[in-house]
DNA sequence: AACACGATCTACT
DNA sequence: GTAGATCGTGTTG
């Protein structure tokens, strides 16, 4: 897993085709579930290893967010700031909410079409020590569960914006897992759009931010 | 130029 | 369970 970080002209194993992002986001979330999300924050300082700053963990939660769909920062059409979501599939599209945080996104959908996949939660599977000193010593299930934590424990900046999904700075690979069991839900924390069932969380996983959605979730099938 | 508010989180009751 | 933090963005005047 560690083999290219840093490794200028290495290949780099498992990253997804632009056809994976290329869907209708509600696809795209449904199979980013169990994909690996790697983040590596700017290097500072000279004398650093490729590898410090360098965070990676399993995709347990996400959301969909579609064209017109009113909970979409896309539903009354480009701004400046939300001109990447009308764009080419396979980028990151973040943002700064409540004056804290950033939030982290897969633009999705054919270049032309608006549409983000949220990524809501994230399973720590690298660079422990760095996200417990970002998340100020907190207990480990609590690093990453909500898409404030989880870009705060990983380093996600708003200089992430725009940056593929392919390296060097953010890298979503595959590397064979496949969760059981999924689950489906309306979104956290929208008012408009409540009907729409594309929140999607892997079951049981105890990183999944724990929503008041959670009492309407519902199997998902593959 | 001023204003209202948000795809959240934390602290505190 | 709920209030407060805190600021970029989009809309209105």
Redesign the pocket.
Known sequence: MTSFLGMKGDKVPGTLPASFYERESTAVAKDLLGKILLVRSQVRRPLESPRALVTAGRIVET?A?RGSDP????C??R????AL?FGPPGLA?V???????E?L?CVAEPDGLAG?V?I?AVSPLFGESLMERR??G?PRT?WT??????C?AMGVK?AHKGQTFAGPALYVTDDGFRPDKAMTSP?????AGRSAYWRYFIAGDPFV?RAPEDSQARPQKW
């Open positions: 959301e967010y909970a979409s920062h896309s009354r059409g701004t400046p700031r939300s979501l599209y943002y700064f909410i409540y004056g804290n945080y939030m996104n983000a949220l809501r998340r100020g907190l609590r569960d909500g898409p404030g934590k989880l705060r708003m979104r956290v924390g929208i008012s931010s």
